[in-house]
């Protein structure tokens, strides 16, 4: 599938990375719009997204065994559309609060039984809400974040200078060069550990 609109594109990748394109590939007929694709895949596992949602906006309906912060798995959201607790529907801001990742439970009776309850009840809160990212002009939406894009983009030009015929040429060098752009790798294995450093900030459950 193609990246929503927002996401770097191949043009940004071959920009970047030096790189002649034709209709995507380069002359050894790799696909780069298919290698960034896989960028923004292992970007979104790694955060921990849904494997088909990924960071895209999109409805989500999620249940919750209890408590009074509702952390949903994938936000930020953007709105909500019903919070249910055992299937009776609650109030915005009368029962409950929304935050860019979590729903607090705020109904006066049930606060303190929620976080400490004596019989924990299997998914008693639902909630439908729209969440992730969208760079749509119109309506309501939460724009695609530089630093995600600069990381999917870098992701995908560190990807392609490994396989790219001038690196090739010497597969065992710890960096190259190509005309402005050089890329230092230490190792193959960690050529990915700052970038999973500036990702730690997307991680759903991480920091936020």
Known sequence: MALASGWPTSADVA?????????DETSYGLNVATLLERAYWWAAEY????????????????KFDGGIDLFVKHPPIVSVTSVTDDEEELTVDDDYYVYDNYIHIVTAENALERRYPLVRTPQVFEVVYTGGYSDSGTGTHKAI?????????EIAVRWLLRIHEQYRMDRMASS????????????????????KSRLDHFVVGGYW
């Open 176 to 195: 190259v060069s190509i005309g402005e752009y050089s890329a230092k790798f230490a190792s193959f294995a960690d050529q990915m550990e700052d970038l």
């Open 145 to 153: 974040p530089y630093e995600l894009k600069e990381i999917v983009l």
């Open 47 to 62: 955060c921990r997204r849904d494997r088909e949602l990924g960071f895209d906006e999109a409805t989500v309906t999620e």
């Open 15 to 23: 920009v970047r990375a030096k790189v002649t394109l034709t209709n």
